[in-house]
């Protein structure tokens, strides 16, 4: 950004940041226009050994640094010259957020954020793709227009899930689904799970029967309520009633509304005030953090939960180390009643909005993507997913990558992954899924032969229970995406009326749905008036009339002409 432009930028977002707002007027064109510059005058030269270059990397999820001896990075460095410097979320990310586009301090790739879009954080990156990563190029090529910022048809993120190359596997599952201990199943002969109504019967009846675990108390149902992941808290009731993940709103033949204040809503948080009544919910659940909440199921007396699968692995990593494996759980697509569909599954969606951004103050924007680009290489996708053949996995007469119990019990052991697996990078950064070239699925958890042999004696017992070969059977099979599906990766620019409408909507629920569901029974309906009261003050329309402007955009742009 020019001197004049960096300054009014930093003025603002401090003026903002007092008031908890994160800047949203500096000129994207301005940011635009310099980062293509930027890229285009760095003296760059080829990613090699000879030729080093450190990263660093802001990553907005907690997590652990890889120990300094990480086979996977010395490999990265010793062949690539490639060294990372990860920084992790510690505390609210939106204050973090705020802070760094207040001091204009960026490291060189980002964890993607549509604030850092809107303050002129990230450069664009369709001319680096095209001049100098061919990989990436051709990895998002069918997804490109998808991946265009609607508000000047600019490419700021490298979506890191969701751009398949062939087919997609589907022998695991980790989307949102309300969970149960698989010794819950096991109790009581392994039942069907339909209904909410089952689903919580079943809890109570193993909570009365084993009121502790392993000396811990049984805690019946835990919720999430922290910091950005409040979906635990919030999405349920869209699913529900047999819709898909939209976030905020559910979509009717492409019209989005918020569905907070609606009756279905509130029939899910009157049973949760009155699970609590009965003393099933987790009385610190609307306390806890993230950590806490992982430290909690991997001690396995939590009954069961509403998340998605990949937000709670590290705990049942933790589980199976433990030999817990009875502890760890099985999702089930509760509906309010048989006659709805379920509609949890869906098919894999581009990840808008996340993945990896390059910042205003990298010092390398050619040498990032050219060092982004190598790594799509099927050789470094292959370290970062299976490991190293001959250590982390063999390969049989017939060509199929596969692992022996040893290798599958260290794949499972956090401590193990620290000093053998690259996470923190691989995560957010782009990657292959679907399968090689060679015909072997991208990860272990779904290459069939490998997912049939890792199943343990206790999980073939649970899916030979209900005559399923995996636990994404447990599921209807979902239709084919709408193209403008999901609303969630709507990007809403901050500071708009849309915005601060939504906003304000997730403060009130975050405030109020707490305060309704652990209120006495005779005191939920009146607090349950006031939060939608409360919600109906708001300018609503701005944000659904945003969001249906932008699915009528992606219709209009993203279906194949």
Not at 393 to 421: C, H, I, S
Not at 445 to 451: F, I, K, M, R, V
């Amino acid at each position: 950004m020019g001197g004049r432009k960096k300054s009014l930028l930093r003025i603002g977002a401090v003026a903002l940041l007092s008031l908890s707002v994160v800047l949203s007027g500096c000129s994207i064109s301005g940011s635009s226009k310099e980062g293509n510059s930027k890229a285009n005058s760095v003296n760059s030269g080829e990613v090699g050994a000879a030729n080093p270059i450190e990263i660093s990397v802001f990553l907005n999820e907690a997590g652990q640094q890889p120990t300094a001896d990480n086979k996977i990075y010395k490999m990265l460095k010793d062949e690539l010259g490639v060294t990372f410097k990860f920084e992790f979320l510690a505390g609210d990310k939106n204050q973090k957020l705020g802070v760094m586009i207040a001091g204009g301090d960026y490291p060189d790739l980002i964890s993607a954020d549509t604030k850092l879009t809107a303050a002129g954080s990230v450069i664009p990156l369709e001319d680096l793709i095209e001049k100098y990563a061919p990989n990436l190029k051709k990895h998002y090529e069918k997804y490109w227009n998808q991946m265009k910022d609607p508000n000047d048809g600019h490419i700021y993120y490298l979506p890191n899930y969701g751009a398949y190359n062939g087919e997609v596997a589907d022998t695991y599952y980790g989307g949102p689904a309300f969970w149960v201990q698989k010794a819950v199943l096991k109790e009581f002969n392994y039942p069907t799970i339909k209904t909410l109504d089952e689903y919580f019967d079943l809890l109570k009846k193993y909570k009365e029967k084993y009121p502790t675990i392993d000396g811990s108390p049984t805690i019946g149902f835990e919720i999430l309520n922290y910091d950005w992941k409040t979906w635990g808290l919030l999405n349920p009731p869209q699913h529900l009633i047999g819709h898909p993940n939209d976030g905020g709103v559910v979509v009717n033949k492409g019209v989005a509304e918020i569905f907070a204040d609606k009756d279905y809503s509130k029939k899910y948080y009157k049973k949760l005030n009155e699970i609590n009544a009965q003393d099933l919910l987790d009385k610190e659940t609307f306390t806890q953090n993230y950590d806490q909440y992982l430290a909690k199921l991997s001690n396995g007396n939590v009954l069961g939960m509403f998340d998605q699968h990949w937000n709670f692995l590290k705990a049942e990593d933790s589980l199976k180390v433990q030999k817990k494996l009875e502890r760890t759980y099985v999702g089930f697509p509760l509906v309010y009643d048989s006659s709805i569909k379920d509609y949890y599954r869906d098919r894999p969606a581009l990840n808008l909005n996340n993945g990896f951004g390059i910042t205003v103050n990298a010092k390398d924007p050619v040498k990032i993507i050219k060092v982004l680009d190598k790594l799509m290489d099927e050789k470094w996708q292959k370290r970062f997913t299976w490991g190293v053949e001959g250590q982390d996995y063999y390969v049989n007469k017939q060509g199929r990558f596969m692992k022996t119990p040893e290798q599958r019990t260290n794949a499972d052991d956090a401590a193990w992954k620290l000093a053998n697996k690259a996470e923190a990078l691989y995560n957010t950064a782009p990657k292959l899924e679907g399968y090689f070239s060679d015909g072997n699925a991208t990860t272990a958890t779904n290459q069939p032969e490998e997912y049939q042999a890792s199943l343990k004696p206790y999980d073939k017992e649970v899916l030979k229970a209900y005559g399923f070969n995996s636990y994404v059977d447990f599921f209807s099979a979902p239709p084919e995406n709408p193209v403008y599906y999901p609303a969630w990766s709507a990007d809403i620019v901050d500071g708009s009326p849309a915005k601060i409408a939504s906003t304000k909507l997730n403060e009130l629920s975050t405030k109020y749905l707490p305060k309704a569901i652990l209120s006495s029974p005779s005191s939920f309906d009146s607090v349950w008036n006031e939060y939608t009261s409360e919600i109906h003050k708001l300018d609503i329309k701005a944000y659904e009339d945003k969001i249906n402007e932008v699915l009528k955009w992606r219709i209009e742009n993203w279906t194949a002409k």
